[in-house]
């Protein structure tokens, strides 16, 4: 990695942040991990968090390798000096030989690396989120300027990181009410198509009970709700009207209950 002198410590943060303000999330976080690389002349730069309940694995969130973007991985946090982060507070620094440090560490031995500086990203509430981790294949120099660089960065690293989460956790939401407001309107669909319903003022003759449509013709009571409902009908005769109309052949009314 490249020297500095503790005199160019604003300079150093001033190119690292000079990030756009519509950049947030993790497009924010893209770019700092390249300034950082950039700007460290470091080979690999990421951040990370570990997977939930277990946080025994590492999922990136962003990478940075050589000179480009690199894609997302996850690895194992067992023997790493990655699991020394997720187990404090504070940033740890390996300036050389950090792969003979950690044996159990393959991916350390096939990147090429010798020096590394992982620092924990909190929430604003004092949770472990994430980590930032910088990694080079040439001992690093200047290891209290680089800890209080990193360290500092990794508490504004957080702060996207967590915008990002709660983002993605607000999309989903939006992604899940979306579903079950479609299903409820489309089960409303099929009630609605399912049912007919008469209401308003209906015109009705006070003599013969024809009803009167929209069109102005008159109906029979039947048609016009066969024809506005999905109900139907059956006819037959109520006792009053058998007593009416046959009460000159004998017929007698037979009583109910």
Request: hydrophobic fraction near 35%.
């Amino acid at each position: 990695m490249k020297s500095f002198t503790s005199l160019e410590i604003i300079k150093t943060l001033n190119l690292i942040l000079d990030i756009e303000q519509r950049f947030s999330g993790i497009d924010y976080l893209k770019r700092l991990i390249r300034n950082i690389a950039q700007t460290f002349e470091a080979k690999y730069v990421f951040v990370g968090h570990a997977i939930k309940p277990e946080n025994e694995i590492v999922q990136t969130d962003v990478v940075w390798a050589g000179s480009e973007y690199y894609d997302n991985f996850t690895y194992s946090l067992k023997g790493t000096p990655c699991e020394n982060v997720f187990s404090g507070e504070r940033v740890c620094v390996y300036p050389k030989e950090v792969a003979s440090k950690f044996p159990e560490d393959k991916l350390l031995v096939e990147m090429g690396v010798e020096s590394y500086i992982g620092a924990p990203m909190l929430t604003g509430e004092g949770e472990l989120s994430g980590l930032l981790v910088v990694l080079d294949d040439k001992p690093l120099k200047e290891v209290d300027f680089y800890t209080a660089i990193v360290d500092f960065l990794a508490a504004r690293g957080a702060a996207e990181l967590e915008k990002h989460y709660i983002e993605e956790k607000l999309k989903r939401q939006v992604v899940e009410k979306t579903q079950e407001l479609e299903k409820t309107n489309q089960e409303l669909k099929i009630a609605l198509a399912e049912i007919k319903t008469l209401r308003g003022i209906i015109p009705i003759c006070s003599n013969c009970k024809k009803i009167r449509d929209d069109q102005g013709f008159w109906q029979q009571v039947e048609s016009y709700v066969t024809k506005h409902t999905e109900a139907s009908f059956t006819h037959g005769i109520c006792p009053e009207c058998i007593a009416k109309l046959y009460r000159d052949t004998g017929f007698k009314k037979t009583k109910t209950d």
